[in-house]
């Protein structure tokens, strides 16, 4: 059976190769309007274009420039002569077929290449690198634990077996700062994380952020002592640091070391004993 090729037409190559410059056009026009901020339909509707006539140009090219039948090669001595291969050169060049390839591969490779460009612009769209920021709440030594209209927290004010939401002074909006302030009796609390430094007369704060997917804490069980996350039922004892002993939180709830001040003021003594929130958030 002998070769035999679909029509390699001049007006198909054209074709194929408007649809690809086109395409880079498109993908060129995406580029700039993330670059100027971004306009959600105008992004869409080029990627549209873009994206159709990259693939509007490869259907055009299989159907018109590419063998369409199947074909064997006769088995025939390999070698061929210089001769030979200067004529097939020469029928090669005479086609047209080396222009007509150029043409098409330096428009799919501009379309292709505008693409790329345009799907790189949206690593802007993740920001700054964290750093170290999550590392850190606003709580520093010193600092009054405030309530959320900022009056400063004394230690008397805090009810038995009673929860108080409580915030670093200065940073009651703050999003990783909130505690929770709890009073048990003093003589329950053990251990290096509940003993009276950091829980003085049994006053104990833990941050706020649940561990698992970060929902406010907010539910206090005194008779159990546990504290619970509402979203996914995560249960943490106070007694234990906070330790999470039911739902999907796999880490126990950061501590804020605390102190009383000469006017009976609770102060913190530091920053959480460890990074807020999912484990997730502190991932770099
Ligand atoms: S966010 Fe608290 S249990 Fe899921």
């Known amino acids: 059976m002998t070769a035999r090729r679909a029509p390699e037409g001049d007006g198909a190559a054209r074709l194929v190769s408007a649809c690809f410059f086109l395409s880079a056009i498109a993908g060129i026009s995406l580029a700039v309007v993330y670059w100027r901020g971004g306009q959600t339909q105008a992004e869409g509707a080029l990627w549209a274009v873009a994206l159709g006539l990259l693939g509007a140009g490869f259907v055009l090219w299989a159907h018109h420039l590419m063998p369409t039948d199947p074909y064997a090669e006769d088995r025939e001595p390999l070698e061929t002569t210089p001769e030979e291969q200067h004529e097939f050169a020469d029928d090669f060049e005479r086609g047209g077929v080396l222009e007509r390839r150029r043409l098409i591969l330096a428009a799919l490779t501009s379309a292709v290449g505008a693409l790329a460009v345009a799907l790189a612009f949206p690593i802007r769209s993740l920001g700054p690198r964290p750093g170290h920021a999550l590392d850190h709440t606003p709580w520093r030594p010193g600092l009054r634990v405030v309530t959320s209209d900022g009056q400063p927290v004394r230690a008397a004010q805090v009810p038995n077996d009673g929860l108080v939401t409580v915030f670093p002074e200065g940073h009651t909006d703050s999003a990783d700062g909130p505690a929770v302030l709890m009073r048990v009796d003093p003589q329950l609390l053990s251990g290096a994380r509940g003993d009276a ?29 546990e504290l619970l996350c509402p979203c996914h039922q995560s249960a943490f004892a106070v007694l234990q640091g906070a330790r999470p002993i039911s739902g999907p939180a796999d880490r126990a709830l950061p501590q804020l070391p605390l102190m009383i001040d000469a006017d009976g003021v609770l102060r913190a003594r530091g920053d959480f004993s460890s990074p807020i929130g999912p484990r997730t958030w502190n991932m770099r």
Not at 198 to 222: D, M, N
């Open 197 to 225: 430094q950091w829980a003085p007369e049994g006053l104990i704060a833990f941050s706020k952020v649940c561990t698992h997917a970060g929902c406010p804490v907010g539910l206090y069980e005194a008779t159990s002592h």
